[in-house]
């Protein structure tokens, strides 16, 4: 029997275990976190977290969904019980979720960052809470030292258009801090047509970027200027949160007309809204492969499902699940348009749905070219599927359907300072996948092509695609 998550955590094979640590330890090789939710300003100022529950439990709607499943009364997830008692509650729900990702993160954080080599539960509550309590007091605890703890050497947030940047500016300005901190470009609210607050956003937009915004012309224009400002601040890499990659053109007279009508406060339908998104995701789309930036495009998700918790608790709360409807054929006729000018950016493509990683192989393989390798990317396995089964099976049809070598690997997509160990658990399943397949006879055990694929899929390949002023491993 094994030991309970020792070194060979998840590693069966001697190749697999020899590919981990020569070329996969997140000590040894660095992480590059391309995309997350962290807050910049907690970076600025190095935050120091009072205690293990603020670290874990503020804002991850992760666990607050698995302690809810768990019977646990709201009061201890987002209500007014004390950090403590909120503790307590999630350590008597963690030994429930055997099989869980949530089961192995936890313990791969106890371990990496505070030294607990036990298993959390209610017995043991008292022991952690103490012991990282301890260790949260410590300077070697703040922020900054625990990105530098992980090894990172560049992180991508999350930024709206309308964002002053300021703590990317100060971040930058600050020559004590060796990690780069870069902007990514999240345009959802000016894609978001149907929203009753689009309006007022666009007039926020409009006062950002100084463009009174009456049609779509003057959008474009307001867009492109706040496009600029990101790029002047280093961006390189944009994101976009889809119900599926559609595709319904329309005339400019007939979008004029949608945007005015949302504008002056009317109610859009949903073939306006598909028009408005199509022409707008185009137009994007078009710009970044102008100025080099990335376009993510994240679909399959139905959110805020519950209503009653949705109106106490507001988005990002744990209530939200797969959707099974994207058409890869919408998804081929958008890239065709933008392949027909040959104006098809760098481009990942996330599915919420595993469904549908088969169909996203196919279609990326009629888009590549242009001198990159996998100008078009399947990222990798997102939200309910980033656990054992959904990263392999991810990494298994993307190998079989495109060039697995070249993929970009891993990110955190997590507002949690300690979620790095996230790259360490998915280097093992690709150690112990790749692994497999060369104690099989399926790939030879050629170490010099083997550390190219690892340290590629790890870290290198990340540098190179993203064009990121980094050196490689």
Request: aromatic share 12%.
């Amino acid at each position: 029997m094994k030991a309970f998550m020792d070194k060979d955590f998840l590693l069966d094979t001697e190749t697999a275990k020899r590919l981990y640590q020569n070329h996969a330890d997140m000590t040894k090789i660095p992480i590059l976190d391309y995309h997350c939710h962290i807050n910049p300003q907690e970076i600025y100022e190095d935050r120091q977290f009072e205690n293990i529950a603020q670290v874990w439990l503020g804002g991850d709607h992760y666990k607050w969904r698995q302690m809810r499943t768990n019977g646990v009364d709201e009061k201890y997830i987002t209500g007014d019980a004390s950090d403590r008692e909120k503790f307590q509650k999630w350590a008597e729900t963690l030994p429930k979720l055997i099989g869980n990702p949530l089961y192995h993160w936890s313990h791969l954080e106890l371990r990496y960052y505070f030294g607990y080599e036990g298993n959390l539960n209610g017995d043991t509550a008292e022991e952690v809470w103490e012991l990282c309590n301890k260790k949260l007091q410590s300077k070697d605890f703040t922020v900054r030292n625990l990105i530098r703890k992980s090894n990172v050497k560049l992180i991508c947030t999350t930024d709206d258009p309308i964002d002053s940047l300021e703590w990317h500016e100060k971040i930058k300005a600050d020559s004590s801090f060796e990690v780069k901190v870069l902007p990514a470009w999240r345009p959802d609210k000016v894609n978001n047509v149907e929203k009753p607050e689009f309006k007022d956003y666009i007039g926020k937009l409009s006062d950002v970027s100084g463009i009174d915004i009456k049609d779509m012309d003057s959008l474009k224009k307001a867009v492109l200027k706040r496009m600029e400002f990101f790029k002047e601040h280093g961006c390189l890499v944009s994101d976009h949160a889809l119900e599926y990659v559609m595709f319904n053109p329309a005339d400019e007279g007939e979008l004029n007309e949608i945007l005015k009508k949302a504008l002056s406060g009317g109610k859009i339908s949903k073939e306006e809204e598909l028009k408005y998104k199509t022409a707008m995701m185009l137009f994007l789309a078009r710009e970044y492969n102008k100025i080099g930036w990335v376009m993510q495009l994240h679909y399959g998700c139905k959110r805020d499902n519950n209503k009653f918790m949705y109106d106490k608790l507001g988005p990002d709360t744990g209530f939200d699940c797969i959707n099974n409807y994207a058409p890869s054929s919408e998804l081929a006729d958008f890239l065709n348009a933008l392949s027909a000018t040959n104006e098809v950016p760098k481009t990942i493509i996330y599915s919420l749905n595993p469904n549908d990683d088969q169909a996203i192989g196919t279609v990326i393989g009629c888009f590549q070219g242009g001198g990159v390798r996998n100008r078009i990317q399947q990222g990798s396995a997102w939200w309910f599927n980033d656990h054992y089964v959904g990263m392999t099976n991810q990494m298994k049809s993307l190998a079989n359907l495109s060039a697995l070598g070249n993929f970009v690997g891993m990110l955190t997509d997590s507002r949690s300072f300690l979620s790095y160990t996230r790259h360490d658990y998915f280097r093992r399943i690709l150690c112990q996948l790749i692994g497999g397949w060369v104690e099989n006879g399926e790939y030879p055990d050629d170490e010099k092509l083997l550390k190219e694929i690892i340290r590629g899929i790890s870290f290198n390949n990340s540098v190179d695609y993203f064009g990121f002023d980094l050196e490689k491993v």
